[in-house]
T-cell receptor, first 120, second 116 residues
Framework: GAVVSQHPSRVICKSGTSVKIECRSL??????MFWYRQFPKQSLMLMAT?????????EQGVEKDKFLINHASLTLSTLTVTSAHPEDSSFYIC????????????????FGSGTRLTVV | QKEVEQNSGPLSVPEGAIASLNCTYS??????FFWYRQYSGKSPELIMS????GDKEDGRFTAQLNKASQYVSLLIRDSQPSDSATYLC????????????????FGQGTILTVHP
C-alpha cells in the first residue's frame, strides 16, 4: 500500500519554458501532498504543501508564481515550473499523506520516484 | 542551529560490522522520526519509523529514540555492501494542534560505505 507515482522521471527543457510534474497516489486518497527539492549532494528541502481543493502553502523563499501547484483531486497533484532557468535544475520529489491512517505508527511517508529536471 | 543534524560522515565500515548513524533534533515537541535510505539518483526509501522512546528492531536495523536527549539513531548490523547509500534522518514537527503530519524536516544525510 501507499504507493506514490511520479511522472516524468527525467526531463530536459530549454531555458524559459515550463515543465509540469505529476504526483499520483495510486492506492489511497491523499488530501495532502508535499513537494521537495534536492540539489546535488544536498538533502531534501520542502518546497510546498499541496492541499486538495485549496491553495498550496509555500515554504519561505519559494516563489509561488514560479512553482505552480495544483491539487485538483484526492489522487493527483501537479507542480509546474514556469519559465525554467538553469538554476531550477534539481531533483524534485513528492510525497503524499493519506486521508485516513488507522495506525500512524505503521505508516511511513512514501515518496514518489522523483523527477530529474535539467534546464539547458 | 540546524533543526535536524546528523553525524557528518562519510562513514566507512567493513562488511559484517555494525554501522551507527546518529541524529539530533531541535524541536522538543517532535513526535515522529524516520530513517530513509537514498541511493544515488533515486528517491528516499523508508527504512524505519519510530515514535516512542526506546529501541525498535526490524531485521538488521535498530532505531533508538531518546526524546529527553532529542536524539535518534540507527544501527545496521551485519553491514553489507548493498547498504552503501546516504542515510537521511527525518522528523515531523508538531503543528498548532499538537499533532504531527507528513511535513518532514530532513537532516543533511550521512554517506555510508560498506567495503568488502
Amino acid at each position: 500500500g501507499a504507493v506514490v507515482s511520479q511522472h516524468p522521471s527525467r526531463v530536459i527543457c530549454k531555458s524559459g519554458t515550463s515543465v509540469k510534474i505529476e504526483c499520483r497516489s495510486l492506492d489511497f486518497q491523499a488530501t495532502t501532498m508535499f513537494w521537495y527539492r534536492q540539489f546535488p549532494k544536498q538533502s531534501l528541502m520542502l518546497m510546498a504543501t499541496s492541499n486538495e481543493g485549496s491553495k498550496a502553502t509555500y515554504e519561505q523563499g519559494v516563489e509561488k508564481d514560479k512553482f505552480l501547484i495544483n491539487h485538483a483531486s484526492l489522487t493527483l497533484s501537479t507542480l509546474t515550473v514556469t519559465s525554467a532557468h538553469p538554476e531550477d535544475s534539481s531533483f524534485y520529489i513528492c510525497s503524499a499523506s493519506p486521508l485516513r491512517v488507522l495506525n500512524w505508527e505503521d505508516y511511513g511517508y512514501t515518496f514518489g520516484s522523483g523527477t530529474r529536471l535539467t534546464v539547458v | 542551529q540546524k533543526e535536524v543534524e546528523q553525524n557528518s560522515g562519510p562513514l566507512s565500515v567493513p562488511e559484517g560490522a555494525i554501522a551507527s548513524l546518529n541524529c539530533t533534533y531541535s524541536d522538543r515537541g517532535s513526535q515522529s522520526f524516520f530513517w530513509y535510505r537514498q541511493y544515488s539518483g533515486k528517491s528516499p526509501e523508508l527504512i524505519m519509523s519510530i515514535y516512542s522512546n526506546g529501541d525498535k528492531e526490524d531485521g538488521r536495523f535498530t532505531a533508538q529514540l531518546n526524546k529527553a536527549s532529542q536524539y535518534v539513531s540507527l544501527l545496521i548490523r551485519d553491514s553489507q555492501p548493498s547498504d552503501s547509500a546516504t542515510y537521511l534522518c527525518a522528523v515531523t514537527p508538531t503543528n498548532a494542534g499538537g499533532t504531527s503530519y507528513g511535513k518532514l524536516t530532513f537532516g543533511q544525510g550521512t554517506i555510508l560505505t560498506v567495503h568488502p
